[in-house]
């Protein structure tokens, strides 16, 4: 992309073209966007301070509402989805644990049902 200007006006441009979009200040940080090894684009932000229009103003404001509501709808869904994995994992093996308090108390006639035929479940049947 020899012959881009950095500053001064937006551009497109590919290996073989480039074309002004409008007049560009200078922006925030630029991140190159590679593939194979080669810069096919740009990720260019504009700092928060720079916006001047109301309706930019408002949209960035909308976006990093809408961008911590989403962060935190998907940590409570992943922390659901946790709580109701770790209890279904660990009720088998709860329940061996107190079968093996109620041997150790000398009641011998503790049993554990089979839950299930899987590594968690099977333990119950020897008991």
Not at 34 to 55: F, H, M
Not at 88 to 96: F, H, N, Q, S, W
């Amino acid at each position: 992309m020899a012959g881009v200007p950095k500053f001064g006006s937006w551009t497109a441009a590919s290996a073989n073209w480039s074309v002004p979009l409008a007049p560009r200040q200078r922006e925030g940080p630029r991140y190159a966007i590679r593939a194979d090894g080669q810069i096919v684009g740009w990720l260019v932000s504009t700092p928060v301070e720079r916006l001047t229009r109301n309706a930019d103003i408002t949209f960035d404001t909308q976006q990093r509402r809408t961008s911590w509501l989403i962060v935190a709808l998907a940590e409570l869904l992943a922390a659901a989805v946790a709580w109701f994995t770790a209890r279904g994992l660990l009720a088998p093996v709860k329940r061996l644990i107190m079968a093996t308090h109620q041997l150790a108390a000398g009641d011998f006639s503790a049993r554990v049902p089979e839950s299930s035929r899987d590594e968690l479940g099977r333990p119950g049947a020897r008991f």
